[in-house]
């Protein structure tokens, strides 16, 4: 018994330290997070909060980025609501590889897209008893990268504005672009490859018309019916 | 403002949490279910909102589409592209395409 509570902590440790290459990914862009939602108006503390309630890159960015638009608030949720869509088929795919079901309330709040694509190509190669004690180690590394990080680049907004030249900031503006593109990179194959190019398109026209904010939900939405009425088939496919 | 975003940050949260848990908690009676049907949708949708969110990051409009920005943004995305290929880490990726997009600012 005792050894069993040992080796699952062993496992927890080690998911920890097969988290770096997330969390190598996860400062520089949480870092931008920091020091974007002080430009944004919001306090450090309040950029920390955000971080650990929301958990999700990519919908953190755009409740900035919306708020500083204008946007509305209910409308704002929705977007970021509509782009963590997405997760649910997380779920699902890694179950069938998660042999033991204990903290799945845990595990699931530390679901990210980074996450899940480490555990689903390594789950496998851990004993069943301790998979739940690593994906919780990865989960807890990504989590402290994420959030530490948030809060590092929040109170050194000061510092980065007086002490580092504009050049540096102009580039982890890029941090975010290169984050999304290279979620998107993995996914691209012969049938995803025409509705990624179909996004481009459709945003384009949105920010042509100056309805950039709305792009996101328009295409998350008419895309995969377009997609459908253009290529057909899809619907019966396991994509 | 705060007060606000504080409710919509856990309203967020929260849907988030439920999108990543229930899907989670029926992932078996899920796979032989209707919803198995919808799977296919949500993965497009998911993929399609990803793929505008990376154009609308880019801050881009008709006029710098044609500057020195976009000479910067195309080798900085095709440094990030190569390094998906090659590591397939994304972590390193980032790094690598903000360390190039750095260097083009240097440089261009």
């Known amino acids: ?239 | 403002m705060e007060s606000k975003s504080i409710i919509a940050c856990l309203i967020i949260g929260l849907g988030t949490f439920i999108f990543r848990f229930i899907p989670f908690l029926f992932g078996e009676k899920m796979s032989n279910s209707f919803f198995r049907g919808l799977l296919p949708f949500f993965k497009l949708s998911g993929i399609s909102i990803i793929a505008s969110l990376f154009i609308l990051s880019l801050n881009l409009n008709i006029n710098l589409i044609f500057s020195l920005y976009a000479i910067k943004v195309i080798l900085s995305c095709l440094a990030v592209i190569f390094c998906s290929i090659i590591f397939k880490n994304p972590g390193i990726s980032v790094l690598i395409g903000i360390f190039v997009f750095f260097v083009t600012n240097l440089v261009i």
């Not at chain 1, 949720?77 to 845990?106: F, M, Q, W």
């Not at chain 1, 990080?149 to 002490?163: L, Q, R």
Request: proline share 5%; net charge neutral; aromatic share 16%.
């Open chain 1, 1 to 239: 018994m005792h050894d069993s509570y040992r080796n699952k902590w062993i496992f927890f440790l080690k998911g920890v330290r097969d988290s770096f290459p997330i969390v190598i990914g996860y400062f520089p862009i949480a870092l931008t997070f920091g020091l974007s939602s002080i430009e944004a108006g919001f306090s450090s503390n309040f950029s920390l909060f955000i971080s650990m309630i929301m958990f999700a890159g990519a919908s953190q960015f755009a409740f900035l980025g919306m708020i500083e638009e204008g946007a509305t608030l209910p409308f704002t949720v929705l977007i970021c609501l509509a782009l963590n869509i997405r997760h649910i088929i997380y779920g699902p795919t890694l179950s069938v590889k998660l042999k033991e079901k204990k903290l799945l309330p845990l595990l699931s709040f530390g679901l990210t897209d980074e996450v899940f694509g480490l555990a689903f190509a390594n789950i496998e190669s851990h004993p069943k008893e301790v998979q739940s004690m690593w994906l919780l180690g990865i989960e807890v590394g990504a989590y402290l990268s994420w959030t530490i990080a948030t809060y590092i680049g929040a109170c050194s907004h000061e510092i980065v504005d007086n002490y580092f030249p504009s050049i540096f900031k102009e580039s982890l503006s890029f941090s975010l672009p290169a984050l999304f593109l290279a979620i998107l990179i993995p996914m691209i194959d012969r049938e995803t490859a025409w509705i990624i190019l179909l996004s481009f398109i459709v945003t384009f026209i949105f920010i042509a018309f100056g309805l950039a904010s709305y792009s996101p939900l328009c295409v998350g939405i008419l895309n995969p019916i377009l997609y459908m009425l253009f290529r057909g088939k899809w619907w019966n496919q396991n994509l």
